[in-house]
């Protein structure tokens, strides 16, 4: 099994398929810490809000939000 305490992503649009395979293969992360690119879609804002939602319903919480709105840490704290 794959443990990871902290892992941060600041990936130019490929955090959405990243948080898909995480939370997909199971892989056991503490915290993330994402900078969403949301700009980059046409629907990015709706694309970033279904990201988010999936890792709440995963058990993530959100502990911090930048004043852009573009980076937001998540914590699992029954990890």
Known sequence: DISILMFKMDIE???YDVIEN???EKIS?????I???GR??????????Q??????KNG?????ISD???EISFIKLNS
């Open 35 to 37: 900078e969403f690119h």
């Open 22 to 24: 995480i939370l997909d």
């Open 51 to 56: 990201a988010i939602d999936k890792l709440k």
């Open 13 to 15: 649009s490929s955090e």
């Open 68 to 70: 852009s709105l573009e």
């Open 60 to 64: 993530y919480k959100i502990f911090g």
């Open 40 to 49: 980059f879609f046409k629907n990015g804002t709706a694309k970033t809000r």
């Open 29 to 33: 992360v503490t915290q993330i810490l």
